[in-house]
């Protein structure tokens, strides 16, 4: 993580702009921010990770995006939010049977419990 962070900020278009040094040289008070975990753990940076093409990186890139689906399912504020977003996993929850519902009971789970 830290490798990919310092090779972004060689150029002046950064793919990671929303990374600081903050998020890789971690104090004892930063590392209670979940500003900041939500910035590393976020589909920016698992789509870098994957596009990197170092086959070490797939399984954090795949962490990186399950935990960001997740934090998206779980982020629902307003009725309208996911329109400005455009993101549907910020969508208000209408039903039990929602489809990100039945994801975080079935393919969620099933990956936590696998990488445990």
């Keep these: 993580m830290a490798d990919m962070f310092h090779s972004d900020q060689e150029y002046a278009l950064?793919?990671?702009?929303?990374?600081?040094?903050?998020?890789v040289l971690l104090s004892s008070f930063?590392?209670?921010k979940v500003r900041l975990a939500v910035q590393v753990l976020s589909q920016t940076v698992s789509t870098c990770l994957i596009e990197s093409g170092d086959?070490?990186?797939?399984?954090?890139?795949m962490f990186c995006q399950m935990?960001?689906?997740f934090f998206?399912?779980?982020?629902?504020?307003?009725?309208?939010?996911?329109?400005?977003?455009?993101?549907?996993?910020?969508?208000?929850?209408?039903?039990v049977d929602d489809?990100?519902?039945?994801?975080?009971?079935?393919?969620?789970?099933?990956?936590?419990?696998?990488?445990k």
């Design 14 to 23: 950064h793919r990671l702009s929303k990374l600081t040094l903050d998020h």
């Design 30 to 32: 930063s590392k209670m």
């Design 55 to 61: 086959p070490s990186v797939v399984g954090m890139a």
């Design 67 to 69: 935990v960001n689906d």
């Design 72 to 95: 998206d399912c779980s982020n629902v504020r307003s009725t309208t939010e996911h329109q400005r977003k455009r993101n549907d996993r910020m969508r208000p929850y209408e039903s």
């Design 99 to 115: 489809k990100r519902l039945v994801w975080m009971k079935g393919t969620l789970l099933k990956y936590l419990e696998e990488w």
